[in-house]
């Protein structure tokens, strides 16, 4: 395979996409069953962050680690991106020392600079624009708990953000049907381009018999000065137990975390019974190792075999 990146859910086709689910829940499996599984021995991840993180620094980290390879953490503050240095220059010089890089930031032309020219493959980590790690986990989880997710439905409770646009991906990857119970106004702005989604600015009706119900923090990172108003604008599509009952006793709630109880979720609703969202956080850690393992085996020169088991 020649050289490929992961920058948003449109990467991938759906065949592949269902593939690395699937090597995903193997990974966990062996994971549970203590097998040593190390095909990244003596691979390194470069990982720059520009936005601050538990979840994608720890499973990154720690998934390299359980595929036998490492990983380092860079940040503007102590590497030459905080001083000016070009994104394509850094680039350059990580693909020369590296065998993959994720990089988390705030916009996602920063990624796609950095993809151009880079010589290994780039994971996006989470842009303001998409969070396709986060998918796959969130796939992962509603499959171990579905299996067969094609046709079904998903309420997306909140702001059209960097979430919900990969979510728009996913639903026509995997055939399901996404509404987005949002305000008017903050619905994403080109939903003509996805037919299986659609905005629901009624929140019951966007509930209504719903499969899956997710929801994600009503102002992201950078948003500080917002909060007020988005606040004000979020409330009614607040997930309550009214809001899961109106999708039905079979429904499941995910949040990508961190979360707000009181705000876009309650605290009956994220810790209750329908709650998945403590598995979802740690299919982070498989499914990204199912990424890494394809992404960098299959990346390598053909005099490189990959080592390990």
Not at 121 to 144: E, F, K, R, Y
Not at 223 to 241: C, H, K, L
């Amino acid at each position: 395979m020649s050289l490929r990146h992961f920058l948003t859910l449109a990467d991938l086709t759906a065949d592949e996409l269902e593939r690395l689910l699937r090597r995903a829940a193997e990974l966990r499996a062996a994971h549970y069953n203590g097998a040593l599984h190390e095909p990244l021995r003596g691979r390194v991840l470069g990982m720059i962050f520009e936005k601050s993180s538990t979840r994608t620094r720890v499973s990154f980290e720690a998934g390299m680690a359980q595929l036998g390879g490492s990983a380092i953490f860079l940040s503007p503050a102590d590497s030459q991106l905080g001083r000016g240095e070009p994104i394509e220059d850094t680039a350059r010089v990580l693909s020369g020392m590296v065998d993959a890089v994720m990089i988390r930031t705030f916009g996602h032309e920063n990624v796609q600079r950095f993809a151009d020219v880079a010589s290994v493959p780039v994971i996006n980590g989470l842009t303001d624009a998409h969070h396709p790690c986060q998918l796959l986990a969130d796939l992962m989880t509603w499959q171990s708990h579905r299996r067969e997710i094609t046709g079904r439905t998903v309420a997306w409770m909140g702001d059209g953000n960097n979430m919900c646009q990969s979510w728009m991906q996913a639903a026509e990857l995997m055939g399901f049907d996404l509404r987005i119970g949002c305000p008017p106004g903050y619905a994403p702005d080109d939903l003509d381009a996805y037919p299986r989604s659609r905005h629901e600015p009624d929140p019951d009706r966007a509930a209504a018999g719903a499969d899956l119900v997710v929801t994600d923090v009503w102002a992201s990172m950078g948003m500080e000065d917002e909060q007020s108003a988005r606040r004000t604008a979020f409330a009614p599509y607040q997930v309550t137990g009214a809001i899961m009952a109106a999708a039905g006793p079979d429904a499941l709630f995910m949040h990508c975390l961190p979360a707000h109880r009181g705000e876009e979720v309650a605290a009956e609703v994220i810790d209750g019974p329908q709650s998945v969202v403590w598995e979802e956080a740690e299919n982070r850690l498989h499914a990204q190792k199912a990424l890494l393992e394809w992404l960098i085996t299959e990346s390598l020169a053909p005099d490189e075999p990959p080592r390990g088991n």
